[in-house]
Structure formats: structure tokens, C-alpha cells
């Protein structure tokens, strides 16, 4: 099955299952990419086993790279803060405290390895390296990425897959993968690579969106997180459990997010349509005003636990455990 693509033809294939292997699904809803305009119509379906929402058809793996731009945002340095002052300030506060718990950033010094998984341009990494002196090391499959990683913060990348990665075996104290797993075509893959990675009692920590968002069944297609055609896979916190449960991790706790910024995203959607014309493009997402009202509700989201982002705090039992 082909679809057209512009100028090229993005592939796709039917697959089963990512985590539990059943063919059985339902569907769920027809989406196109509403933010960078890649061409074409994708279905998402629910696995009837296990649950796991998916594109499927999916875009075959070789293709995958078309769908993203050349100036796909994570694959660069941003600078949000002059844009939005201390409105931003106050949002990376919460972000950055949710995102690497206290107790886990007490417990790294000198000798810690950190490992980022789809790292983008490194600011992530940059700022555990500078808050605990731990060593860090990321991987990307963006050159842009590795580019802008090494001349902004002097960090070397691994190019290319996860998988393919040498490093040995019980090395890292943490990984990290901040929206990451729902662009892979094979996450469970990918999560069994991270575990034989981290050390005994060393920590997985996964960024990744909700399905199970009160905003992702109110907004359906125009649901921010979905970013069709870019995300292959849509976790809720059970979906996510029974994956990261498989490779004898355990999950410790999940954070709920409290920041508006994909509630925002989404209403853009549905107020002035695709994010892609020049004359209203990005128009709520830039609005101090809406980023303040918008806070309490998001706020109300976390503490329900139906916000649009989780993350995910696992941890490598011992074999004895
Ligand atoms: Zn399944």
C-alpha cells in the first residue's frame, strides 16, 4: 500500500502489535500531519489485546526520515526563554523538576554515565551536566542534531539507532528518552536495548504522551500529541507498564504533567485549523495571556492524572529481586 507524498511516495505497510504481537484491532481515527504538512491521510488503530494504540497501516521504517523536516524543532537549539520571559521560566521550573526527580539527581556525581536517547541538540543532557558534574552521552539519529550538540554544548553523539549502539552492557545509572518512543517503529525493541544498558537498580526514565488524556478524547484528530504522521505508537500509563513490566523493569512512580502547552496546541487546531498558514500560524501558541488562564486547568489535569504528557520513572531489578 503506497501513499503519495508530493514529490515522493511515503510507504506503508500493514504490522502487528508492537507489544503484544496481535493482529486484532480496532479503529480508532483517520489524522494527517497538521503541523508540518507531509502529505497524505494515516489511520490509528487499538490493538483488541493489549490495548496499545498504533499507526497502522504504518509507515515503513526506510521512510520514516521523510517525515520529518529540515527544520524539525527537537533537531535544533531553542531559545523559548526570550520569547515568553518569566512565563517560560516558571514552565521549565516545573518541566525541569518533574523531569529528573531530586532523589535521582542526589544520587549522580563524577562518576555517573547519563544516557539521552533521541537527545535533539543536547540542551537536556547540558543542563544534568552542569547541575551534578555526571558524564553524558546521547544518541540521535539527526546529523543536524549531532552538529548542533557538539558546537553548543561540546557533547559527542551517537549517531544513528539505539540499537546499534556499542556501548556494554549494565553501563548507565540513568536513561533518559523524552518524547521518544512514540516516533519508533519498534519500541519494544528499543526499551529491551535500554534495559540490558542500565545498570542493576539504575533508572529508565520515559517522556511520552498520554492517550488516556481527558484532552486526547475531546480533541480526537485534532489532539496536539497525536502529531501524525511522526507518531508510530500512543501509550497510556497500562499500555506503558506491561512494556517496560516485560523487560524486568519496574515502573517506581508517573508524573503527570501540569504545563498547557500542548492544551494550547490543541485548541490551535481546532480555532484556526492546521498549523501551517502563514497568516495564523502559531498564533495561540505564542500568547503569554493563554499560558497563564490555561495553568489552573492543566494544573487540575495533573492532579486527576489525566494530563496530555506522562513521564515515567522505571527501575532495573536485580536479578535476585
Ligand atoms: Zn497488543
Redesign the pocket.
Known sequence: MQIFNGSSMIKTHLVP??????KNTSFICKARDRLHGVEGEFNYVK??????IYMNPQVVPEDIPQLYPSNYAPHHSRNKKKRFGFISELCSYLTSMAKIRKEIYNCLDNESRVLDVGCGSGSILNDIRKRTGCQVYGVDISENAVQTAKELYGIDIFKGDIKDSTWQDNYFDVITAWQYLEHVNDPNQNVEKMCRLLKNSGWLILGIPNYKSLHAKWFKNKWFPLDCPRHLCLWSPQTITKLINKHGLKVEYIVYDMTPWSLIGSLQYLIYGDNLNPGTKNRLMYSRCLLVLMFPWTLLMSLLKCSDVIIVYARKQQANE
Open positions: 502489535c508492537n507489544l503484544c504481537g496481535s490493538c483488541s489485546e493489549c490495548g496499545l
